[in-house]
């Protein structure tokens, strides 16, 4: 398997854990922009958020579950950000669908 983040998922390349179940996945973005910035993945290989469909979509909810659990976790109380960026035109670089989890700053919209 060449994905990157399954291998995250099979523990051959390391990552620092946040949260997990047993579909989910959290570990710390290796380059974050915010002071708290997580990625958090479905750890069966979805490619991207245009491939979700009736037999996969499951695990989306258990995902926004996760992200709730880890808010609550670790102080964001006051808001955060999720961001799901998906193919090309999105800026998508992982191609396993990922949502990134960030806060402890304040965010612009629609961007930065
Ligand atoms: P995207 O641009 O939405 O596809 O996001 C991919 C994210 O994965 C970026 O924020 C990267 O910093 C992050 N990333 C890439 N490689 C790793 C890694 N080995 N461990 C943790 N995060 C990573
Ligand atoms: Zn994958």
Do not use: Y
Request: net charge negative; proline share 4%.
């Amino acid at each position: 398997m060449e994905c990157l983040f399954c291998k995250i998922v099979d523990g051959s390349i390391p990552s620092k854990k946040v949260f997990e179940t047993e579909n989910v996945l959290a570990f710390e973005d290796i380059d974050p922009q915010a002071p708290f910035h997580v990625i958090v993945i479905p750890k069966t290989h979805i490619a991207s958020a245009a491939e979700i469909n009736r037999q996969n979509s499951a695990v989306m909810s258990e995902i926004f579950e996760v992200i709730a659990k880890i808010a609550e976790e670790n102080q964001l109380q006051d808001g955060f950000r999720v961001v799901n960026n998906c193919g090309v035109d999105g800026g998508q670089t992982v191609e396993h669908i990922h949502f990134h989890l960030m806060g402890r700053r304040r965010f612009g919209w629609p961007a930065g």
